[in-house]
């Protein structure tokens, strides 16, 4: 992919809502295994803060963090929002244990009305401006969860309606019941599986949302990276990060901490500006 649009610092999700392509991730907020609470609740309250000082507009959480626990901090810190601040959440997973093992998905028509509801309640909104289903639950008939999230949106309750870990043929189908605004699949540098839903979703003008956007990689790609963040004397996770924002107009990265000096320092990748000569060579480690 080119990187024509390496400048373009904001991207319309859903065709209207205008948001900072650098946004934030609130996984990591909770305790330990994304369960429990904070063992600094004040420490993640001004992080939040924090957040939104540094210029963000779209925050990513869902109720299955802690549970409940990354909406409740972000409604007590930020509440009432600034104007033009896009909270995203999720639903269709149910956490009652740390880690993936104490999570199941739950993609029933009367689990999502209960966690929609829930999650409204606990951000303190009327309507999300972005409601994602956070994964396709296989025991239930993707059509009748499309049906209830497209009835939601018929309904008010929210604007803009995503999908999680999806294949191009699930967003097809989702398609096929409501416009679909984003897409947050796993994808980094070292991660490019969903190149394909990338670019469809590319296409189709669907914001792509890359979790898990620094991951990892082999020791000597990591020297390689290191190398080239030398040369823009940034870090290979400022690098990274940056590579995302030029390899495609429509990804918008949600980096999650809960350092502040790691927030600081991914913010600051916004403002790296790679040459095509960069874009290409890292382009080859993929």
């Not at 994964?135 to 929210?158: C, H, K, N, S, Y």
């Not at 990276?225 to 040369?231: G, T, Y």
Request: charged share 20%; aromatic share 6%; with cysteine.
């Amino acid at each position: 992919m080119d990187n024509e649009l390496s400048t373009a610092t904001t991207f319309l999700l859903g065709g209207d809502l205008p948001v900072n392509r650098l946004g934030f991730g609130a996984m990591r907020l909770t305790g330990p295994g994304i369960f429990g609470p904070p063992t600094d609740r004040p420490a993640m309250l001004a992080l939040l803060r924090r957040v939104v000082e540094l210029g963000v507009n779209f925050i990513d959480t869902a109720d299955m963090y802690g549970p409940f626990v990354s909406e409740e901090l972000i409604a007590e810190a930020l509440h009432p929002y600034a104007a033009g601040l896009v909270i995203g959440t999720k639903g269709g997973a149910v956490s009652f244990g740390p880690g993936r093992e104490g999570v199941l998905l739950d993609g029933t028509p009367q689990h999502l009305s209960e966690a929609l509801h829930g999650s409204l309640r606990r951000l303190r909104r009327e309507q999300f401006d972005l409601y994602q289903l956070h994964r396709i639950d296989p025991r239930v008939p993707a059509e009748r969860t499309f049906t209830f999230l497209a009835e939601a949106r018929q309904q008010g309750l929210v604007r803009h309606l995503g999908l999680s870990e999806v294949s191009v043929d699930d967003i097809k189908l989702a398609q096929q019941h409501f416009p679909v605004a984003s897409v947050q699949n796993r994808y980094s540098l070292f991660d490019r599986e969903h190149e394909p839903v990338l670019d469809y979703c590319r296409a189709q003008s669907i914001a792509f949302i890359p979790w898990f956007p620094i991951g990892g990689g082999l020791v000597q790609d990591m020297n390689h990276v290191e190398q080239v963040a030398a040369r823009h004397q940034v870090s290979a996770r400022q690098l990274a990060l940056s590579w995302l924002l030029h390899h495609a107009p429509n990804i918008m990265p949600i980096p999650g901490t809960a350092s502040m000096a790691h927030l600081e320092e991914n913010m600051r990748a916004a403002a790296v500006r790679l040459t095509a000569e960069d874009v290409q060579e890292l382009n080859a480690l993929g």
